[in-house]
């Protein structure tokens, strides 16, 4: 089933295009990287796709309904978005921050049951914060307060996750294992990954499709072992690269 569809969709980041007339269609079982350098507006259309943030023109579908017409609780059942940074706008423990990602779940106007904070509790211990859940958020460091985030998003569980930059602060023992998680939460299932990332050695390692950004609009899509290459990573990155044979397929270095 395809979760989510693109149709001639263009969306502008400042002075830049992140993409025109894009046609995308990602389903289920699927895990997309999104490449390009800093500044071609891989946010602005990942914020885009998430409904946060409105196209310059085109549709946006998920499960064939375009997303102007959905109400957020619903498009929140099907998709969600971890976001490049997250704030401690309130004071909150571990466990409180983590069963935010339940509301979409939970009718109106009805309180967390036992069956949430389990799930709760389990995301916290898949992503190593287990035993501190009762612990203030906004003690973390940067790569626990990114495995936080990552366990709101797991207790939402959407079908779709849409990942800005999912490593980001973490050390690379982290890295592998957030990447681990979310790779087996996809596999063998109906759930979808879109997630940017800089590293194209963890897309060649976790992506099987890869969307590039050209920078002036123009993007390169299609299965990891057509796109993710040593000329169309040279000419995104405007830098020669090299690729050699690693254990988990090609190892990409800057010439």
Known sequence: ???LETLQLSVHAGEKWACKALDLAVS???RWGILGVNGVGKTSLMLALSGIRPPHSGEIRLKSKP???MKRRDMARISGMLFQDSEDRFPSTLLETALIGRHPHIPPWQRVG????????SALREVGLSGMENRLASTLSGGERRRLALATLLVQDPELFLLDEPTNHLDIRHQVEMLDLLKKRTENSDKAIVMI???PNLAERYCDHILLLLGDGHCLLGK???VLTESN?????HHP???AKGPYGNFFLPA
């Open 114 to 121: 036992i069956a949430d904070e389990k799930a709760a509790l």
């Open 28 to 30: 289920g079982g699927e």
């Open 233 to 237: 990573l040279s000419l995104i990155y």
């Open 197 to 199: 990332l800089h590293d």
């Open 224 to 226: 990891k072992e057509d």
């Open 1 to 3: 089933m395809i979760l």
């Open 241 to 243: 690269i090299v690729s």
């Open 67 to 69: 997303i102007i017409d």
